[in-house]
C-alpha cells in the first residue's frame, strides 16, 4: 500500500505546458540511504519546503512517485496572492480577530519572501508585481467591501474601496464596487518550482524520482520509509508536501479536495483591461482572471465540492464554456474562446488557511495541506515554519496552522 493516496490529479493542458518542461535531473534510488529530512512531493509545495531546509545546513531528499513538476503544479494558474479565500472579517468571526489578523499578516510576509527569496536565486520565472481588484459578489456586497476595507485597515494592509463608477472608469468593469489591493505576484508555476528546485540542487538536495513511498516507520530517534523501487530511506524528519494526494495517517481535519477549471485565450494584448491587474470576486465559486506576458487571459473558476476525476473531467465542456460566457460578460470587447482549456483537483478548508506541521501520533512526521487559492504562497509559508519547527528554533506563527489548532 502507498503512504499517500493515488489521485487523478489534472487533465486538459495548460497554457504554461505550451512551453518545454524544464529538465530536472533526477536520480534512480538503487540503495539504501539516509537524509536530515526525507520531503516526499516534489512539487512546487515539497520544493519551497526543501529550499528553506537546504537553506538552514540541512541535508535533503526529495522523492515523488511522478517526475518532479508533473503532479498538481502545472495547472496552477499561479495567482500569487497574499489575501486568503476568506475576508478577514469572516475569518474574524470564525477564529476571533486577533488571530484572524496574524494569518493575514503571516501571508502577506510568506508572498514578499517568496518573490525576495525568487529574486535572490535568481529564479526566472515571469514573476511580475500584479494588483489585485476584488469585486463584489455574494460573500461580500458594496457594504461588505467597506467593512473589510476597514478590517484590512485595521490590520495594517493598504487597500482602496472603489464605488461602481470609479472601477467603470478605471477598469471598465460596469455595476460593480470593489477593493484594490497591492503587490501579489504573477508567475509561470513550471519554471517558478524548476528554479527553486535546481537552486535547492545546487546546493546538496538529491531528487530520486519515480520513487513511491510505501510504509512510513516512526523511529525514536527518526523515520524509516520503506520504497516501492525497494532500498529504504531513513532520516531524521519526513515531511509530507504531497499536495493533493493526501498522506495516510495525517488528520485532514476539515480539508477536502474539491475540483475547479481554467483556460486560456489567444494572445490579445491590445484587449486587456487597464493595469492587468488580477481580478476576483466575493463569490462562491468566484472568477477569477489573470494575464499573461504574450497578452493572454488565464481564466479560472466554477469550482465543485466532488474529487472524482470521472466526473469532473466530463464537465469539461460545460464548464468551460461558462467561464468564457462569464469572461465575455465581464469585458464585451475580448476574445473570450479557450485557447488551452484544463481541469483539476485542489484542496480546500473551511476557512481558507492550511495546516502545517508535526502530524499528531507520527513522531518526527511534519505535513503541509490545505491549500485553496493560496498553494503556492502558503507553499512558502510552510517552508518557513517547518525550517525553524525541525531546526528546533521555534515559529511564533506555528500554532495558527497546526494539526491540532482549535477548528
Known amino acids: 500500500m502507498s503512504a499517500t493516496r493515488k489521485r487523478d490529479l489534472r487533465t486538459g493542458r ?32 515539497g520544493i519551497l519546503v526543501a529550499d528553506q531546509l537546504v537553506d538552514a545546513g540541512m541535508d535533503v ?20 496572492q497574499y ?34 527569496r525568487a529574486r535572490a536565486l535568481g529564479v526566472d520565472a515571469d514573476c511580475v508585481d500584479r494588483d489585485s481588484l476584488y469585486l463584489d459578489g455574494g460573500l ?28 467603470r472608469a478605471r477598469f471598465g468593469i460596469g455595476r460593480r464596487a470593489a477593493l ?20 535547492a540542487m545546487a546546493r546538496g538536495a538529491r531528487v530520486h524520482a ?8 516512526c523511529l525514536p530517534g527518526g523515520v524509516c520509509v520503506a520504497t516501492d523501487v525497494g ?8 515531511v509530507f508536501a504531497t499536495g493533493y494526494e493526501l498522506a495516510r495517517g495525517v488528520p485532514r481535519r476539515d480539508h477536502s479536495i474539491a475540483s475547479t477549471w481554467a483556460l486560456a485565450t489567444r494572445p490579445q494584448p491590445r484587449n486587456l483591461w487597464p493595469e492587468q491587474c488580477f481580478i476576483w470576486e466575493a463569490c462562491e465559486p468566484y472568477l477569477y482572471l489573470r494575464t499573461t506576458p504574450d497578452g493572454r487571459i488565464v481564466c479560472g473558476g466554477e469550482d465543485e465540492d466532488f474529487s472524482d476525476a470521472q466526473t469532473r473531467d466530463a464537465m469539461m465542456d460545460d464548464k468551460i464554456a461558462t467561464l468564457e460566457s462569464r469572461l465575455a460578460r465581464l469585458f464585451p470587447n475580448v476574445d473570450p474562446r479557450a485557447d488551452f482549456a484544463w481541469t483539476g483537483s485542489f484542496g480546500a478548508s473551511e476557512n481558507g488557511t492550511p495546516s502545517i506541521g508535526p502530524v499528531p501520533r507520527m513522531k518526527n512526521c511534519y505535513a503541509v495541506m490545505g491549500y485553496g487559492g493560496n498553494g503556492i504562497t502558503f507553499s512558502m509559508m510552510a517552508g518557513q515554519i517547518l525550517r525553524a519547527t525541525i531546526a528546533g528554533a521555534g515559529d511564533l506563527d506555528a500554532e495558527l496552522f497546526s494539526f491540532t489548532r482549535p477548528l
Do not use: C, N
Open 210 to 217: 519515480p520513487v513511491e513511498a510505501r510504509e512510513v516507520q
Open 180 to 199: 484594490l489591493s497591492y503587490d501579489d505576484l504573477a508567475a509561470d508555476p513550471q519554471r517558478l518550482a524548476a528554479g527553486f528546485l535546481r537552486a
Open 61 to 80: 531528499m526529495l522523492i515523488d512517485r511522478r517526475a518532479p513538476i508533473r503532479g498538481s503544479t502545472p495547472a496552477s494558474t499561479a495567482l500569487l
Open 14 to 45: 495548460s497554457v504554461w505546458q505550451a512551453r518545454r518542461a524544464p529538465a530536472i535531473a533526477t536520480r534512480p534510488l538503487r540503495r539504501d540511504a539516509k537524509a536530515d529530512v526525507l520531503v516526499i512531493g516534489a512539487g512546487v509545495s
Open 140 to 167: 461580500l456586497d458594496e457594504d461588505g467591501l467597506r467593512a473589510e476595507a476597514e478590517a484590512r485597515r485595521a490590520a495594517g494592509f493598504a487597500v482602496d474601496f472603489l464605488a461602481p463608477g470609479a472601477v
Open 83 to 116: 489575501e486568503i479565500d476568506t475576508p478577514l472579517i469572516h475569518l474574524s468571526d470564525a477564529i476571533g480577530r486577533a488571530r484572524a489578523e496574524r494569518v493575514w499578516r503571516r501571508s502577506r510576509l510568506a508572498l514578499d519572501a517568496l518573490r525576495q
Open 231 to 238: 532500498p529504504m530511506v531513513r532520516a531524521r524528519a519526513l
